[in-house]
């Protein structure tokens, strides 16, 4: 049998678990649990929040996600990756023109089109004084330009 001093000792162990859980400073048991009770409360409300912004994260991103660009300066160039999770045909086109309008020459490239769009590029500028006027940025926001480009002719059709 478990004597009255152990479950006292077990009880009040629990109190003080809880109430370093609830950061509480309540001295009383009923306290303690009630500081519990509002804090558990908090939780379920922000756990609502969470799953409201998921949902409307889910939503928006099924609707029209927009394609994933990342831009990485290199010695001579730029490696460029875009990824997409529709098929976006015709944006391959685009996107090199973008690039070419740019003054860059498309040294290697893998591109799947398939059932998710992914372009992997390395490019380098054709002229030498113009790696010292364009960043990273810039391409990044031609490629970005494109897409959209891309985006408002495909709504038309």
Not at 11 to 29: C, D, E, G, V, W
Not at 37 to 54: A, C, D, G, H
Not at 105 to 115: G, I, K, M, N
Request: charged content about 25%; hydrophobic content about 40%; glycine content about 4%.
């Amino acid at each position: 049998m478990v004597s009255r001093q152990q479950k006292k000792a077990a009880t009040h162990r629990k109190l003080q678990l809880l109430r370093s859980i609830t950061n509480s400073h309540a001295q009383n048991n009923t306290s303690v649990i009630l500081a519990a009770s509002r804090y558990i409360e908090m939780l379920k409300q922000t756990v609502e929040i969470l799953n409201q912004n998921i949902s409307a994260a889910k939503d928006s991103t099924s609707q029209d996600p927009l394609p994933l660009v990342k831009v990485e300066a290199q010695e001579k160039g730029f490696q460029i990756n875009v990824l997409s999770e529709g098929s976006c045909p015709g944006l391959l086109v685009l996107i090199l023109e973008a690039l070419e309008e740019l003054g860059l020459d498309v040294l290697q490239a893998r591109a799947s089109c398939s059932e998710n769009f992914h372009l992997e590029a390395v490019a380098e500028y054709e002229n030498r004084e113009q790696t010292e006027n364009t960043d990273g940025q810039g391409v990044k926001e031609a490629v970005l330009q494109a897409i959209q480009n891309w985006r408002a002719s495909s709504e038309q059709e």
